[in-house]
C-alpha cells in the first residue's frame, strides 16, 4: 500500500431501509481500513433519492454505527444539502459538451423499454435527445417540460480500472448507455453525487459491495470527463446465506438493531462481522478490536463470497458472554430483565438481587435476551408447572414425604449457603433411599417449577429460605390435589 496518499474512506449509505449486516460489514471494513493506516472515516448519507426515503433509516444507520463503536471523524454529511455543488458539476459537463438535455417523457421511455424487451435488446436509453436541434429543444421548453441531464456515454471503446482485490475490470463502452445525471426535480443521481462528492471529499479508497461495480466504469467516465483523479476501488466480496443465496430477510434477522434487540453484544457482532470476507490467518476466530484494527487488510480480504453462520455468531456471542465480568454482565443484562419478564414482576428490579441470580446462568446464556427466559423463576410469585414434572419416576406418596422431610429439614435452618444446604439434601436423599438423582430432580422442580436449570443448591440459596419453603408447600399441594 502507497503511504504517499492519506487514507479518506467513507460509508454512504443510502436511507431507503434499515442498515442490514452487509452494509455494517461495509461500514466496517472502511473503518477498519481508516483505523489501520491512521486515516479518516467519513460518513455521507446519500439521501437524494427522496421517493425511495425511509423514515427512521438514517436515525437507524446513526445508531448501528455508536451501537458498533465504529466512530466517523466527519460527518454526518447529507448530499440532500449539498444539491448546488452537484448541479454545478452538472452545468459544467453540459457546457463542455459531454452531457446533454433529454426532454424524453416517461411514457416513451416505458415504451422504449417494452420495445427492447421484445427484441431483445439490452436495456438502455436509445440516444434519443443526444443531437437535437436548438430548434427542437426551444419547442420541447416552451412546452414547459423540464429536462434532465443525460452523460454522453462515449459510443464505441473500453473503460478499464484496477480492483485493489480483484485486478483489472474491463467495461465494453457499448454497455453503458447515456445514463442520467441530474433528475427533472432537481437531485442528482447516484452517480452523479458520488463521483462529486468522492472527489470533493478527496477520498483515497472506495471500499463497498461488489453490487456497485457495474456502477464503477460510468464513475471513471465521469472522472475523465472532469479531469479528476478517480479513487481506488475495491469492491468486496458478497454475503450469502447457509443456502449460498444472497443473504436476505428470508435466511432471519438482517438488520443490525434486531441483534442489538436479540441480546447479542456489539463487541461479538464486530469479531463476527470482520470474519464476513476477511480473516487474519484463517484459524483465529476471537479477536480483540484492537487486533483486527492491527491486523487488517485489503491482502487478507477474501475474493470469494463469505457464508453467513449464524450459529457461529450464536457461539462467538457465548463466548463474549462468558468472557465479561458479573458486573458487567449483569449490568448489560438488566434491560432485558426489566423489558421482559412477566408483568406481575415489580419493577425496579433490586439489583443486589439480579447480581446473585446472574452468575448462575451466565456460562449457558448465549444471548442476552435468554436471560429473562433463563431466570424468570426467580422473579415470580407462583410456579405454574405441571405436577407431572415432580414425579418423575416415584410413587406420588414417596415424593411427597420427600417433600414433607424437606421442609422439616430447611426451616429455620441457620446457615442457608449452598454448601450448607447440599450438607442437609445429601444425606437425606440416603435416608429417604432415594437416588441423589432423582430426589435432587424432585426439589429442583419443586423450586423452580423445571427440569433444567441452574446449580441447585446455588440456586436454592438465592431464591431464600422463605421462598424455597413456600415453594415446596405448594409442591406438596400439587400433588395431593
Ligand atoms: N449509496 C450507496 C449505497 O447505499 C453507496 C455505494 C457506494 O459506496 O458507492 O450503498
Known amino acids: 500500500m502507497s503511504s504517499e496518499v492519506p487514507v479518506r474512506v467513507r460509508f454512504a449509505p443510502s436511507p431507503t431501509g434499515f442498515p442490514h449486516l452487509g452494509n455494517i460489514r461495509t461500514a466496517l471494513f472502511n473503518w477498519l481500513f481508516a483505523r489501520h493506516h491512521g486515516g479518516v472515516f467519513i460518513l455521507r448519507i446519500e439521501d437524494t433519492d427522496v421517493a425511495r426515503m425511509v423514515e427512521g433509516a438514517t436515525e ?41 438535455h433529454c426532454y424524453c417523457s416517461p411514457q416513451r421511455l416505458e415504451e422504449m423499454r417494452k420495445e427492447q424487451m421484445k427484441r431483445k435488446q439490452p436495456p438502455g436509453y436509445d440516444r434519443h435527445c443526444r443531437n437535437l436541434t436548438q ?117 432471519g ?76 454482565f449483569s449490568r448489560r443484562t438488566l434491560p432485558f430483565l426489566e423489558s421482559s419478564l412477566p408483568s406481575e414482576v415489580s419493577r425496579p428490579l433490586d439489583a443486589g438481587y439480579v447480581g446473585r441470580i446472574i452468575p448462575l446462568i451466565q456460562e449457558r446464556a448465549r444471548t442476552l435476551a435468554e436471560v429473562p427466559e433463563l431466570t424468570d423463576f426467580f422473579f415470580v410469585d407462583r410456579l405454574d408447572y405441571d405436577s407431572s414434572l415432580l414425579l418423575n419416576k416415584m410413587e406420588q406418596g414417596t415424593a411427597v414425604a420427600a417433600l414433607r422431610a424437606s421442609i422439616d429439614k430447611v426451616e429455620g435452618l441457620s446457615n442457608w449457603a449452598a454448601m450448607s444446604l447440599e450438607s442437609v439434601f445429601r444425606p437425606l436423599a440416603e435416608e429417604l433411599k432415594l437416588k441423589t438423582g432423582v430426589f435432587f430432580g424432585l426439589l429442583r422442580v419443586a423450586v423452580t417449577g423445571r427440569t433444567a436449570a441452574p446449580p441447585l443448591f446455588q440456586t436454592i440459596e438465592v431464591l431464600g429460605e422463605e421462598r424455597c419453603v413456600r415453594r415446596l408447600k405448594a409442591a406438596m399441594d400439587k400433588l395431593k390435589r
Open 135 to 251: 430548434e427542437q429543444k426551444n419547442e420541447f421548453e416552451a412546452r414547459g417540460i423540464v429536462p434532465v441531464v443525460r452523460f454522453k456515454s462515449p459510443l464505441g471503446g473500453q473503460t478499464s480500472f484496477p480492483d485493489l482485490l480483484r485486478g483489472e475490470i474491463v467495461f465494453g463502452n457499448s454497455t453503458l448507455d447515456d445514463f442520467v445525471l441530474l433528475k427533472s426535480d432537481g437531485y442528482p443521481t447516484y452517480h452523479l453525487a458520488n463521483i462529486a462528492d468522492d472527489h470533493d471529499m478527496e477520498i483515497s479508497h472506495v471500499l463497498r459491495a461488489d453490487e456497485w461495480l457495474s456502477s464503477t466504469p460510468r464513475h471513471i467516465l465521469l472522472y475523465q470527463a472532469l479531469g479528476w483523479q478517480p479513487p481506488q476501488f475495491a469492491h468486496l466480496p458478497m454475503i450469502l446465506g447457509p443456502d449460498k443465496s444472497k443473504l436476505s430477510k428470508r435466511h
Open 60 to 100: 437507524s444507520i446513526l445508531h448501528s454505527l455508536k451501537w458498533l463503536g465504529l466512530d466517523w471523524d466527519e460527518g454526518p454529511i447529507f448530499q440532500s444539502q449539498r444539491l448546488d455543488i452537484y448541479r454545478g458539476v452538472s452545468e459544467r459537463l453540459l457546457k463542455e459538451g459531454m452531457a446533454y
Open 253 to 328: 434477522a438482517t438488520s443490525v438493531t434486531e441483534y442489538e434487540q436479540q441480546g447479542y453484544l456489539p463487541e461479538a457482532l464486530l469479531n463476527f462481522l470482520a470474519l464476513l470476507g476477511w480473516s487474519l490467518d484463517d484459524k483465529t476466530e476471537i479477536m480483540s478490536r484492537d487486533t483486527i484494527i492491527e491486523n487488517f487488510s485489503l491482502e487478507r480480504i477474501s475474493k470469494t463470497a463469505a457464508v453467513f453462520n449464524r450459529d457461529k455468531l450464536e457461539w462467538m456471542n457465548g463466548v463474549y458472554i462468558r468472557s465479561l465480568n458479573t458486573e458487567e
